[in-house]
């Protein structure tokens, strides 16, 4: 994956979820969620005097099948994403 090209970031309306569609080096095509975690509040009141360290992550969620024509892999991606559905963009 690490080498695959993302093609188009599909944004959910609250930011916490996201869709990629990638191309793969060999041509194929598909998609996949990433999230980010829920993890407790890091705004600890008991931690006033003490550096606090943020660091953002996401974890990748479901993934597609592989599609040999992009025309494909969005059509399926449209179709499956929840606040995509019925978005004719």
Not at 14 to 31: A, C, Q, S, T
Not at 36 to 60: G, L
Request: without cysteine.
């Amino acid at each position: 994956m690490e080498r695959d090209k993302e093609l188009q970031r599909f944004p959910s309306p609250d930011g916490k979820r996201w869709i990629e569609l990638r191309e793969r080096p060999d041509g194929l095509f598909y998609f996949q969620e990433f999230y980010e975690p829920i993890v407790a509040d890091p705004a600890d009141e008991t931690m006033d005097d003490q550096a606090i360290t943020i660091v953002w992550v996401s974890r990748a969620g479901w993934r597609s099948g592989l599609y040999e024509r992009l025309a494909d892999a969005q059509r399926d991606l449209k179709e499956m994403t929840p606040w995509l559905r019925g978005n004719s963009n």
